[in-house]
């Protein structure tokens, strides 16, 4: 049985829709921020999987997937603004540098593990940043260049097997990570109120016109079509495969960073995070829906294993490096509970664990909250996907 492209995006905004309705019911689901398309997608393919049992096997058409995942990383882009990092001041380049190490470490462990292991290193990196610092967005997109590069067909469930362990771990450890730092250093429960708002893009818009909509639009679509014929060119003349979302990225934040100092168009918003949050719904529900459940279990104890190591190791980082390096104080430990989210999960993660924290000791951390979404959505990924690109073409 198979289903044509505008099939499988009916029945792809279906079950974002029924993940979001389950979202609202069990609690555990919001607790642990488990995004609505990995719930409603992962049911789906454990569906698919139960029916090739009676010899019913269904086949979605992928045609759709990769223009919803362009459009997502594009968005990536236009948030890279170089302002941001003059403006966050010596904290958030602080913070910044040690995100960057992260992604660096999260790779060698992984690598290092599976070879341990006898298994390939491209297994290491779906393990490693890709999965954890990247999420399941960047896990699903890296895991099917490793299956496009190098033939492994199990490369995106084992990418979206450990970025959901990650997902749930990092919920579980940043709040008593933060709680264990404030306790052991008989931490001062205090703020630093001095620090400036960040991003100058942001405005107290929540509506939009027509035409600013169709601006955006027109924007990001011009974006991926120059990301497209750069990708390509580059693989071209280089030999090493750079992914269209990739070089789409690329020049989203090159325009980004021009129209900055020359001030060319208006950016709004609003539609821009509407964009951003519809691709990555229905590209992440269409990836999770086709996955091949079964494949996992050639590497599961493996996987397992390098995944407790990972969690380890980056509660470690967060109390002896992280933690010492932005200041060794209430502000510092509100952001190891962030790390903790997006290290091992994702930016909805880390804002969780911070409120969490902040709920507890009753103060509002604005460093915190200004650093660490900005650093683990946005500006990781400068470093975190040439760096996982590069190591992928690598190992393939």
């Not at 910044?96 to 462990?109: E, H, K, S, T, V």
């Not at 890709?130 to 496009?148: K, P, Q, R, T, Y």
């Not at 750079?242 to 789409?248: D, E, F, H």
């Amino acid at each position: 049985m198979s289903f044509n492209s505008l099939s499988v995006l009916a029945i792809s905004i279906g079950v974002l829709l029924f993940g979001m309705f389950l979202k609202t019911k069990i609690n555990f689901l919001e607790k642990f921020c488990i995004p609505a398309p990995v719930v409603g997608g992962f049911l789906v393919s454990i569906l698919v999987w139960f029916l090739t049992f009676i010899d019913i096997n269904i086949e979605f058409d992928k045609s759709l997937q990769t223009p919803f995942m362009v459009v997502f990383f594009s968005v990536v882009g236009l948030s890279g603004s170089a302002r941001l990092l003059k403006v966050g001041g010596k904290l958030l380049l602080i913070y910044l540098a040690c995100c960057w190490a992260m992604a660096i470490m999260q790779n060698a462990i992984g690598i290092t593990m599976m070879n341990a292991f006898g298994l390939n290193s491209l297994y290491g990196i779906l393990s490693g940043a890709v999965a954890l610092e990247g999420g399941h967005g960047n896990a699903i997109a890296f895991g099917g260049m490793v299956e496009d590069l190098s033939g492994l067909s199990n490369a995106k469930v084992v990418a979206i097997a450990a970025a959901t362990f990650g997902l749930i771990s990092g919920s579980l450890l940043g709040g008593p990570l933060c709680r264990y730092l404030i306790l052991k250093y008989k931490l001062e429960i205090k703020t630093n109120e001095d620090i400036q708002d960040i991003d100058p893009l942001k405005h107290n818009i929540h509506h939009a016109s027509y035409q600013e909509f169709l601006k955006s639009l027109f924007l990001i679509l011009c974006i991926m079509c120059i990301g497209f014929y750069i990708s390509s060119l580059f693989t071209k003349l280089s030999g090493y495969s750079l992914p269209s979302y990739v070089g789409a990225m690329l020049i989203a934040m090159l325009i980004r960073n021009i129209n900055d100092i020359f001030n060319i168009f208006k950016l709004n918003q609003y539609t821009i995070d509407t964009i951003s949050e519809l691709s990555l719904g229905i590209f992440l529900t269409m990836a999770m829906m086709s996955l091949k459940i079964n494949e996992l279990s050639v590497v599961a104890m493996p996987l397992l294993i390098t995944l407790f190591v990972q969690v380890v190791v980056l509660v470690l980082f967060a109390i002896f490096v992280v933690f010492r390096l932005c200041g060794k104080n209430y502000d510092s430990a509100i952001m190891c509970a962030g790390l903790m989210g997006h290290g091992l999960g994702a930016t909805p993660n880390a804002v969780a664990n911070m409120n969490a924290a902040c709920n507890r000791y009753s103060l509002f951390s604005k460093p915190a909250f200004l650093i660490v979404p900005l650093c683990g959505s946005v500006l990781i990924d400068i470093v975190a996907i040439p760096l996982n690109t590069y190591l992928i073409n690598i190992f393939a």
